[in-house]
């Protein structure tokens, strides 16, 4: 019960901001709005506080690395497969690999997880987030590409700029060289920081609800064969992300513990937690801007968010 009392409250509030903008007490226009707060002002200065927190060599921990490299890359490399096969675009291919492997792990892991395990948790979530947007992000854009004319330079160019253009990255990065330092921020500058950081989550988990109405509104014309096909796909990129990803994640973080590799029991757990989240809500956004199916990647993040209620619950109690 006390692992639900933490759990339900997040789920509640991504209900909330589906609700008020689905009944549109928030208008739908100001939805990018919300979600650039988050991402470019809010979360960066919460993410500056976990990287200036957390111990330099416990962000750039090289077992934390390769298993959470690793499971993701058979899922994203399995996902890619199933598009292919169903002769999607490499586009829209890489980026159903993308949602199957890419947890909400800022808007919602961060803050959830850190609840339940507390805020030792915050490590080994801040260096997921790198390898997400540093490389993985960075491989699946690459492969969107695959498709296009054009030089293998100019692709891994289009896809270094995106992740450069990230400020996630900036934030921990710049955090934890601050942290090194062993200074607080000044007075003024370190309130300012605390007040978004404050803000991070609850504004990022309304968000997501508020993201999922807008892009559910968006997409309900579809017609009824599209949606019928549009569900079995999306079920099997959702049970890829919810089942498939945690597992994987337990089974290589095991294996490495039994070799002797470097690898807490605890930070097991909280990898194993944050790759049995939900998929990113921002994913929907950039295949919106990328041009790929927005309508496909939103519905998988939608049964993920509903489902992922009842996965991660579980999941969060037996661990």
């Not at 390898?131 to 491989?139: G, L, P, T």
Request: glycine share 8%; no cysteine; charged share 10%.
């Amino acid at each position: 019960m006390d692992t639900l009392s933490v759990i339900v409250p997040f789920f509640a509030v991504i209900l909330l901001g589906f609700l008020a903008a689905r009944f549109r007490i928030v208008p739908m226009d100001s939805v990018p709005g919300l979600n650039a707060f988050v991402l470019y002002i809010a979360l960066p200065a919460m993410l500056f506080q976990f990287g200036a927190d957390t111990p330099v060599a416990q962000l750039l921990n090289p077992t934390t690395i390769l298993v959470w490299l690793v499971s993701g890359l058979v899922v994203l490399g399995l996902a890619v497969a199933i598009g292919l096969g169903q002769r999607r675009s490499w586009l829209d291919a890489s980026f159903g690999g993308l949602i199957a492997v890419l947890p909400n792990s800022g808007f919602m892991g961060l803050p959830l997880i850190a609840a339940l395990r507390g805020d030792q948790a915050s490590g080994p979530i801040v260096t997921t987030l790198l390898v997400d947007i540093v490389i993985m992000q960075s491989i699946a854009l690459a492969i969107s590409q695959q498709g296009n004319e054009g030089h293998m330079a100019a692709r891994v160019k289009t896809s270094f700029i995106r992740v450069v253009a990230n400020p996630m990255p900036w934030a921990i990065i710049l955090g934890a060289l601050w942290g090194t330092t062993g200074q607080s921020l000044f007075g003024p500058l370190d309130h300012v920081v605390t007040l978004l950081a404050t803000a991070a989550t609850p504004v990022a988990l309304f968000t997501i609800g508020a993201v999922l109405a807008r892009k559910n509104t968006d997409s309900s014309a579809h017609d009824s064969t599209r949606r019928g096909v549009l569900t079995a796909d999306v079920s099997v990129l959702t049970a890829l992300k919810l089942l498939l990803h945690p597992t994987l994640v337990w089974a290589l973080g095991s294996l490495a513990i039994l070799t002797g590799l470097p690898l807490h029991q605890e930070d097991l757990l909280v990898l194993t937690l944050l790759a049995a989240l939900p998929s990113a809500a921002n994913a929907a956004m950039l295949a919106e801007r990328l041009g790929a199916d927005s309508s496909r990647i939103a519905a998988v993040i939608l049964m993920s968010t509903v489902v992922g209620f009842a996965t991660f619950s579980v999941a969060a109690i037996i661990l």
